[in-house]
């Protein structure tokens, strides 16, 4: 199995990646429908989007806080 010191290696560039992707995909999105949205509908879409990427982060962070197999603390 993986060890914990791994898993917060590969997590953080893993939760680097996906704040890029999330990020470049939101502003795809706004840029092709802005006007659609109107005046109510962007800052809703924005709040929204601020924190749709939560669920996905807090994965990747519980799945690096594991502890080891070997670790009698936990």
Do not use: C, S
Not at 23 to 40: C, E, K, Q, S, T
């Amino acid at each position: 199995r993986m060890r914990q010191r791994t898993r917060k290696l590969i997590g953080t560039f893993l939760l680097l990646g996906w704040v890029i992707f999330y990020a470049l995909v939101v502003m795809a999105i706004m840029h092709n429908a802005v006007r659609r949205f109107g005046p109510i509908g962007e800052p809703v879409f924005y709040a929204l989007a601020g924190v749709a990427w939560i669920p996905v982060a807090m994965l990747v962070i519980w799945w690096m806080a594991r502890p080891d197999p070997d670790d009698e603390t936990a």
